[in-house]
């Protein structure tokens, strides 16, 4: 039996999106991922449960984030446990998976509802989440550049958080993704993607930005509304930053079904890590207003770290001037 047989029983494969993927032996940057987010808006405070796995490294990482306005870089927030390179553990399903780490998801209706928890010494959260509509569902590269597929799918999450002794009570309207496929952080990758969500409406739209101050092209999403799920046909964004950092984003969108939906956003917090070597990922809770009414999401601004450096030093130059 070979190194990659005895890897391969370490991850339970099944048909369901819910599990893990079959993988290629020699797939050594092959990434299973999952995330969990939702947020409690009138404390500006954000909660992630993610994690990634890497079956021919045999290797694991993520956990737990959890910050509000008092910081915007790991050793800020209000918890950060984020580990790399932990060992898969033996039969790891990722439908009932319990991980040393603290994270235990339970998978209570495949594609629809799960149980999500964490603990540490500082924070205990226990959540579930319940879908609003179907995973929508690309099995293409070309979405983004990190995956051969990923589901993005807009639910309810209700709970608590215990953080550093309070208790918090969790009753929001949120987003999870899985994503699976090799993942190879190159050079050059520059990506917008948001997302908001309401009972009866959500909508999500991902946008390769461009110069300061054009319109961004919305190439993939979706809108949600009436019960009804249907693909964006086209859409823009149009994004205000200051000093580098979101003020402002109105987005307007057409689905396939001729629907039109426009909202505006306002960041209500900041947040700035790297879940990967090599990719920058800035993360703002975002407070939307539209016709359909008040409703909270995300916009998360992805950037290579060679891109954001070029970027950066541009400015700096342009600020000696």
């Not at 109105?250 to 079904?257: G, R, T």
């Not at 920058?280 to 359909?292: I, K, M, N």
Request: aromatic fraction near 12%; glycine fraction near 10%.
């Amino acid at each position: 039996m070979t190194a990659a047989d005895k890897m391969s029983h370490a991850l339970i494969v099944d048909g369901s999106d819910d599990s893990f993927h079959a993988w290629p032996a020699d797939g050594t940057d092959w990434t299973e991922a999952v995330w969990f987010g939702c947020w409690v808006p009138e404390r500006a405070l954000t909660v992630y449960v993610y994690h990634w796995f890497r079956p021919v490294l045999g290797i694991y990482g993520g956990g737990c984030i959890v910050w509000d306005r008092s910081g915007e870089v790991p050793w800020e927030a209000r918890n950060f446990q984020y580990d790399v390179n932990r060992p898969l553990p033996p039969s790891l399903d990722l439908r009932q998976l319990a991980l040393l780490t603290g994270t235990r998801i339970a998978c209570l209706r495949d594609g629809w509802q799960y149980r999500v928890e964490f603990a540490n010494a500082a924070v205990q959260l226990s959540l579930e989440f319940e879908a609003t509509t179907t995973p929508d569902l690309t099995e293409q590269r070309g979405s983004a550049e990190f995956f051969n597929g990923h589901l993005d799918q807009p639910g309810r999450y209700r709970g608590h958080l215990v953080l550093d002794g309070e208790r918090i009570d969790i009753d929001c309207h949120g987003i999870r993704d899985r994503s699976w496929g090799p993942r190879v952080i190159g050079n050059d990758i520059r990506l917008g993607y948001c997302h908001g969500e309401a009972e009866a409406t959500s909508f999500l739209a991902f946008s390769k930005p461009g110069s300061a101050g054009s319109a961004e092209t919305v190439f993939k999403g979706f809108l949600h509304r009436d019960q009804e799920r249907s693909a964006l046909a086209s859409g823009s964004r149009h994004v205000t930053l200051r000093d580098d950092r979101l003020e402002r984003l109105a987005i307007e969108l057409l689905d396939a079904k001729g629907r039109r939906f426009e909202a505006v956003g306002v960041p209500l917090n900041h947040f700035v890590y790297m879940p990967y070597p090599n990719l920058l990922s800035r993360h703002y809770l975002v407070r939307w207003e539209s016709g359909d009414g008040v409703f909270y999401g995300e916009e998360q601004d992805l950037w290579s770290v060679p891109l954001w450096s070029a970027h950066a030093r541009s400015r700096a130059r342009a600020g000696m001037r």
